[in-house]
């Protein structure tokens, strides 16, 4: 495990949880540095990161998304990483997260065939994942891909033939009743592209508000 001299905040929630994972890497980039995953394909960079020295990283793992700061947006567009803005979300009122029915805990058999690759990878390293079923198939994901002390992360996916069927609302309120409930402290951080209009407004729904903000830089593969 690495140990990070990052606050809890929502905007280091993932940073926070990569570094709890024995399998993470750590790069030191001048005066700041980063946390990565190979299993998530996802890096975080922190502190006064030299840019020349951050550009290399991403270089080095273009298969890796970047999470970073302002101040390195224009060295990662220079390297043709592009970053978008992510928006970060807090719940206002907690307590007030709708109790609905019609989410359950995806079984460790269930079928996933149905589902792309990518999603399916990630739902099968996920400790916990809230799903609702159609026709008798798992097509509505929720689960805490990172978590800190204080926060978890909260990732929905719902397959394309079942959207618009209100389900995402279902298995994220369940997600996060679950994952807040039996004595845990932790809150959730809800992160969106600036262009995902369908998780901004899922987010809103939900009593989510923006707090924060990062860029995210897709990867090249």
Known sequence: MIA??????????????????????????????????ERARLAVVYGEAD??????LARAYPDHAMLVTDELVAALRHADRLPCRAILHTLAEPDGLPDL?????????????HVPAPLAAELAQASRVWTA??????????YAPWRSARWF??????LP????????????????HDERGAGREREPVWGADEGNL???????????????????????T
């Open 4 to 37: 990070l001299a990052l606050p809890d905040e929502p905007r280091w929630v993932e940073a926070h949880g990569i570094a709890g994972d024995p399998a993470s890497w750590q790069r030191v980039l001048g005066a700041g540095g980063a946390v990565g995953s």
């Open 51 to 56: 840019p020349e020295a951050t550009v290399a």
């Open 101 to 113: 029915e019609g989410a359950m805990l995806l079984p460790a058999d269930a079928d996933l065939a």
């Open 133 to 142: 079923y159609v026709d008798g198939a798992p097509v509505a994901f929720a």
């Open 153 to 158: 992360d909260v990732s929905v996916d719902t």
């Open 161 to 176: 033939g079942a959207r618009q069927l209100g389900l995402g609302t279902l298995v994220a309120a369940a997600m996060i």
């Open 198 to 220: 369908a998780s901004l407004r899922l987010a809103r729904r939900l009593g989510f508000v923006a707090v924060d903000e990062v860029w995210l830089a897709p990867p090249r």
